[in-house]
């Protein structure tokens, strides 16, 4: 069982914005700004969007943002597209050199 | 172009062992902290194991501390995982990535533990 708790699924048209949260506690999420955000497309290689909370990875679009309030950090997707239909993971250091991911979201577009 | 090439997978037998390596081009391999990720069918992402640059810090999930060692080979560029007493619960997809925070991942390697 993950230490960190996701919605089971995000759905929302093309255009509109969504939000993921990722909540943890004072041990992990609170406690560093090391919260990283991934997509996964089934079968294929995890792609890292969002790192140390808030920095999008070299080549992803600025459709895709990462903020953190207290526990629970949120991945936002504004302007849904058909592409972006995929599971999302967060990650976050936790202590001592060891790291946790969330359970996954799925994202759908209507 | 940084690649990230996993091999070593395949059936295994409970109680097993087996070890996994990763192949990494297109960067100086010996700068970067290595990590080690899997995924059970059907499940989510889990964190396996990191080491530092040199190979002199290594930390790993707790359930999984004394099976799984991870290491490496600056001279060879490679990553490796040795997994022992092999359950079927470890049955996954093991990926390896770079970076603490996993900036690049492999495609990844299948671990089946079945008898």
């Known amino acids: 069982q993950s230490a960190l708790t996701q919605p089971a699924s995000v759905s929302g048209s093309p255009g509109q914005s969504i939000t993921i949260s990722c909540t943890g506690s004072?041990?992990?999420?609170?406690?560093?700004?090391?919260v990283s955000w991934y997509q996964h497309h089934p079968g294929k290689a995890p792609k890292l969007m969002i790192y140390d909370v808030t920095k999008r990875h070299s080549g992803v679009s600025n459709r895709f943002s990462g903020s953190k309030s207290g526990n629970t950090a949120s991945l936002t997707i504004s302007g849904l597209q058909a592409e972006d239909e995929a599971d999302y993971y967060c990650?976050?250091?936790?202590?001592?050199?060891?790291?946790?991911f969330g359970p996954g979201t799925k994202v759908t577009v209507l | 172009e940084v690649q990230l090439v996993e091999s070593g997978g395949g059936l295994v037998q409970p109680g097993g062992s087996l070890r996994l390596s990763c192949a990494a081009s297109g960067f100086t391999f010996s700068d970067y902290y290595m990590t080690w990720v899997r995924q059970a069918p059907g499940k989510g992402l889990e964190w396996v194991a990191n080491?530092?640059?040199?190979?002199?810090?290594?930390y790993y999930e707790e359930s999984l501390k004394g099976r799984f060692t991870i290491s490496r080979d600056n001279a060879k560029n490679s990553l490796y995982l040795q997994m022992n007493t092999l359950r079927a619960d470890d049955t996954a997809v093991y990926y390896c990535?770079?970076?603490?925070?996993?900036?690049?991942w492999g495609q990844g390697t299948l671990v089946t533990v079945s008898s």
């Open positions: 990650s976050s250091y936790r202590s001592s050199g060891t790291y946790v």
């Open positions: 990535a770079r970076k603490g925070y996993r900036d690049y």
């Open positions: 004072s041990s992990d999420v609170g406690g560093y700004n090391y």
């Open positions: 080491i530092n640059e040199d190979g002199s810090d290594k």
